[in-house]
């Protein structure tokens, strides 16, 4: 049986910038620009200090950067885990709706680390390897076709991670075999630390950056991986996902570019919380609702929605659990009278009494929608203290790609997460490189910068 590793290591071997359309190619500088930023804010998020503690234990000193950090060098396992943990430990990366898959942390973080390690690659190439890591590890999210069991943004994150190395480095087809068939034997991630709210999930995306970079070490030394690595009995697809179509996902590869269906993430949530939010938003602006005149909101959305973020707010809450609470989130955002912004994940605010009283007036409902990976549509119901109703239909996710963030508002939010991090003043040098980032013959420059290191 021809295995679908075959097809996935031919496309990130025979993919060029010139096959790439202009779409695809603007939504991967972008993501870039995004990622790379977010990561620098990742920096002063929770736990960050603690994961490049225990990095630092596996083995210090080296070529490779963390984001944020000038002052650090490590080898390029473990910078590729402190990197991806940073990107992702905000919930403020950018996700394909989908896969629901996130697949930037981990690309970008494995991505540099080879960069970084292996001497200067052009930008062209890496935005080429960005590319051909998005088909593969959103494209094995959309074959999936039940709900999450694993941690998808890892589990399918390492192939994607694989994909990408194989692009930037070009080795040999079996070469590109052997390392699928290590990403499969390294692959995890579980749902669980979703369900309880632990920073464990990013871990998991630091842990699948970390292992690509080895599963990818261990095939060119020469070591022989499982050949039939996504569709054989124990494969991906039958192990982690179950049931799947994967001819259906993977029929136009190579000419559709799942990075052109990126979305960004407007607030430092989970993404399935972020409807309710602009629905909140839109309630304060437009129809005047308060904390005072609400008696009730509930967010009627599809089944994913609920299995996501629809969880209760409740006393001593993590900042992990937080982010994944659509009512505690839309409480804050009525109350401070702006979307949550990271600024707000605090130990004052999540002991709020009055942000957590309006919570419990606040509930996520499931609706009737059959497709287990939709977003939208949704419609917020607001019930007011006077006896009257306001319904609001949401219809797309804000940050999507039929919703997009606009020019200013990507740089607005690139901005305010390079200045939580510590490093606002690289962010014109920043988005200038970006915005040409394929012609510049050294793209470790843009990671050594948003490291805030002098030599870039």
Same mark, same amino acid.
């Given at each position: 049986?021809? *295995?679908?590793?075959? $097809? ?21 500088? &972008? ?41 650090? !060098?490590?080898?390029?396992? +473990? ?6 943990? +940073? ?29 970084? !390690? ?18 593969? #590890? ?12 694993? %941690? ?21 087809? +079996? ?14 991630? =579980? ?8 920073? &464990? ?8 950056? $970390? ?43 190579? /000419?559709?570019?799942? @990075?052109?269906?990126? #979305? ?6 989970? /993404? ?7 629905? =909140? ?8 609702? &308060?904390?005072?005149?609400?008696? !009730?909101?509930?967010? !009627?959305?599809?089944? @994913? @929605?609920?299995?996501?973020?629809? /969880? ?5 809450? #993590? ?15 009525? =109350? $401070? ?37 939709? %977003? ?18 949401? $219809? ?5 790609? *039929?919703?997009?963030?606009? /020019? ?23 988005? &200038? ?8 013959? *050294?793209?470790?420059?843009? %990671? ?9």
């Amino acid at each position: 049986m021809t *295995d679908l590793a075959e $097809r996935l290591a031919d496309h990130a071997l025979a993919l060029r910038w010139a096959d790439i359309d202009a779409g695809a190619r603007a939504a991967a500088r &972008t993501f870039l620009h995004d990622s790379l930023c977010v990561g620098v804010a990742g920096r002063n998020a929770p736990f960050a200090e603690a994961v490049l503690s225990a990095a630092r234990a596996w083995g210090d000193g080296g070529k490779c950067s963390v984001l944020g950090r000038p002052e650090v !060098r490590l080898p390029a396992p +473990q910078a590729a885990f402190v990197n991806a943990f +940073q990107i992702h430990n905000q919930e403020f990366d950018c996700v394909h709706e989908p896969a629901v898959v996130h697949p930037l942390a981990t690309l970008v973080a494995a991505l540099f680390a080879e960069v970084e !390690r292996a001497g200067p690659c052009s930008g062209e190439a890496v935005l080429t390897a960005l590319v051909a890591g998005v088909d593969v #590890s959103a494209g094995l999210g959309v074959a999936a076709t039940r709900p999450l069991r694993f %941690f998808r943004p890892a589990t399918a994150g390492i192939f994607g991670c694989v994909a990408a190395l194989i692009s930037l480095t070009k080795p040999s087809r +079996q070469v590109a075999l052997d390392a699928f068939g290590y990403a499969l034997s390294f692959a995890s991630g =579980t749902m669980q630390a979703h369900v309880e709210g632990k920073a &464990t999930l990013p871990v998991q995306m630091g842990q699948a950056a $970390r292992n690509a970079v080895a599963a990818f070490d261990l095939a060119r030394a020469g070591l022989p991986g499982p050949a039939q690595s996504i569709q054989g009995r124990f494969g991906y697809l039958p192990l982690f996902e179950g049931d799947h179509e994967a001819e259906a996902a993977f029929a136009d590869l190579g /000419r559709r570019f799942r @990075i052109a269906e990126v #979305s960004w993430k407007p607030y430092p949530t989970g /993404r399935a919380a972020q409807g309710c939010i602009v629905a =909140t938003e839109i309630l304060m602006r437009d129809h005047g609702v &308060t904390p005072r005149s609400l008696e !009730r909101l509930t967010y !009627r959305a599809p089944p @994913i @929605i609920h299995y996501l973020v629809g /969880r209760p707010a409740v006393e001593g809450m #993590s900042v992990a659990y937080a982010r994944l609470c659509a009512a505690w989130l839309a409480a804050v955002t009525l =109350t $401070r009278g702006r979307p949550v912004g990271l600024e707000d994940f605090t130990e004052a605010s999540l002991a709020d009494p009055a942000v957590l009283a309006l919570a419990q007036r606040i509930e996520v409902v499931v609706d009737d929608n059959p497709d287990p990976a939709a %977003f939208a549509p949704a419609e917020a119901i607001a019930r007011l203290s006077d006896g009257g109703e306001v319904r609001l239909p949401i $219809r797309a996710q804000f940050g999507a790609p *039929d919703w997009p963030l606009s /020019r200013d508002q990507h740089l607005a939010k690139a901005r305010a997460c390079l200045a939580f991090g510590g490093l606002e003043r690289v962010h014109p040098a920043l988005s &200038t490189m970006i915005d040409d980032f394929e012609t510049w013959d *050294d793209a470790g420059r843009a %990671f050594r910068l948003a490291a805030g290191r002098d030599d870039a």
